[in-house]
Every structure is written in C-alpha cells, then in structure tokens.
C-alpha cells in the first residue's frame, strides 16, 4: 500500500488509507508485547510514503538500530508512534500527529485501536495457526482466515467507506495486509450497504506457502469470497514481460513466480480488467509503477 499511496498522493484526490494492526513480528511485535498496543509498523510505513518531507527525515524514521540492546531492530518511527500512543491512548491520534509533523494531507486510519488483535487461519490440514507472523512462516495452505476476537472496527473507517467514491484493495500480501481489513464483520456490512465501486490491483508475483500458482483470477476469486455479497467491480493487473533472469532468479532463491493474467476466467467472474505494462525492476527488484497505476486510478475515477 505504501507504494501506491507514493504515487497517488500526486493527483488530486482525498485519500483515506485503512491499515491492519494485527502484525506480531519484528521491532511491532516487541512493541505490542511490551506496551501492549496494536501494530504501528504499517501505518508509519504509510505516513513516511504520503510525506512529502525532506527525505532524510524520512531516513531517519525509517532507520533501524543495530545493537546488541532492547533497541535492536526497533525503527525509529515506531518508537515515535508508541510514544505518542502512550501519551495519547489512541492510536488514530498518534497517526494524526505524525501525519501532522510529517506535513501529510491525507488520512492514516488503524482498522481498530484493539491492543489484543489476534490474526488466525485455519489451514486445509486442519491445523490452527495464531499471529500474523506465524501464518507468514507456515507453509500450509490457508482455508480460512479470522480474527481471535472480532475487532471493533474504527469508527471513521466506516464513515470513509460509505462517503468513498472509489475502494481501493492494494497490492500486498492477500493473508496478512489486505483480508485483515476485510474479513471484519463491521466492514463487511458497511461494504454491503455501499454501490461504490471495488477496484483490486494484483500483486506481480505469487507469495510462497499462501498464493502459489495463483493466477489473476484466483487472487479476484479469494477475495470475492470473503466480501460475501459484494464483488471486486474492476482489477488492474500488469502484463509486462519480466526478463528472463530475473524471473528465473525469483522461482530459484524466493520461490515466486509472475501472476498470469486468465482472461476467460476473469471474464467469467463478470470483473472488468485493466491490463497495461506496470512493472518495472528496481535493484534488481521487481516493483509496480506508482505512477503509472495512479494514472490508471485516475482515469477510472474521471471516466466512472
């Protein structure tokens, strides 16, 4: 998500970026059991990428410490975010304030201010798995995807929703950043009551142990399922041809392969499909052009 916002921020719309806070690893993790408090990472990873602030502040949030004390591994920015929770007692106001100090214009919700936010999924061996983290690490296949307790959604998410004029499911990891906010029963409802459309921009590559071999229209299938009465109205998908190294390099040492685009099913599913050339290689990375999907974004909202 935070790479789309990087591009979007240059047009001239009102964002609203909803973000899960159920991670339980890295410097979070150690932040969540500490104080107990709900995920910061993402959402300072959100508010760095919609600043529009000198870049080596941005650095220096982004920067992690490399000790041998308690400060290993923390980011800066999360230190920050904590602080202000602990403060404030509220972690949609300690976004605001960041926001406000990093001269963002745009709104950074949590999903839910929840301390004990537990991500669960259930596996088609029938195994329990508890913690982001550990559904990350697992390699079995997920069957169902939910939360320990039901997560009281915040309020302004789902005032945004309903006053949105376009919904936007990013690209990112399917089990750990994009269904967390979906598979709420509160958005789920709020969703239903709502004819605004629902725009998906899928991933380049598959993700080991949860999306394997998933075309263009497993990705729509999986999410339509958990949306219930509702359907994904349009999906944006990058037909660019990855060099031949460079995808080789992706299924030998990460196990990833490139999402293919299935037209006849996703004609079949009644999705409208937006293909252009998206990806482009970064360090020898594959990543999605901001700009190029903001434009995309862009044109979608004037022509709808």
């Keep these: 998500m935070s790479g789309l916002l990087a591009g979007l921020k240059e047009f001239p719309v009102d964002i609203t970026a909803v973000i899960t806070v159920s991670d339980n690893g890295r410097s979070t993790g150690k932040l969540r059991k500490e104080f107990n408090t709900p995920a910061v990472g993402d959402i300072r990873k959100v508010i760095t990428n919609l600043s529009d602030i000198d870049p080596d502040i941005k650095k220096m949030l982004e920067y992690r410490f490399n000790t041998s004390s308690d400060l290993n591994g923390h980011a800066v920015g999360n230190l920050i975010l904590t602080a202000m929770l602990d403060i404030t007692g509220s972690l949609k106001k300690s ?83 994009l269904l967390p906010n979906i598979i709420c029963k509160q958005v789920i409802k709020t969703l239903n009551q709502t004819k605004t459309p629902i725009m998906y921009i899928c991933n380049a590559v598959t993700q080991p142990g949860e999306t394997d071999n998933f075309t263009v229209g497993d990705h729509v299938t999986l999410i339509n399922k958990y949306l219930e009465n509702r359907n994904i109205d349009v999906v944006i998908a990058g037909n660019t041809k990855i060099d031949k190294e460079i995808a080789e390099r992706y299924k030998t040492e990460e196990h990833k392969d490139p999402v293919k685009i299935d037209h006849a099913r996703l004609n079949s599913l009644g999705v409208e499909l937006i293909e252009k050339d998206l990806i482009k290689v970064e360090n020898n990375v594959l990543r999605h052009d901001s700009m190029k999907i903001a434009s995309i974004i862009m044109s979608y909202l004037m022509e709808n």
Excluded: C, W
């Excluded at 939910?146 to 949105?164: C, D, G, R, W």
């Design 95 to 177: 976004a605001q304030y960041l926001s406000t100090l990093l001269d963002v214009r745009h709104t950074v919700l949590p999903i839910s201010e929840d301390s004990n936010l537990t991500l669960m999924a259930k596996t088609t061996e029938n195994h329990i798995i508890e913690g982001e983290e550990e559904i990350t690490k697992s390699t079995e296949v997920v069957e169902k995807l939910f939360y320990k307790e039901e997560p009281h959604v915040t309020e302004e998410v789902l005032e945004a929703i309903k006053n949105s004029d376009l919904i936007i499911f990013s690209m990112g990891s399917l089990y750990t950043s």
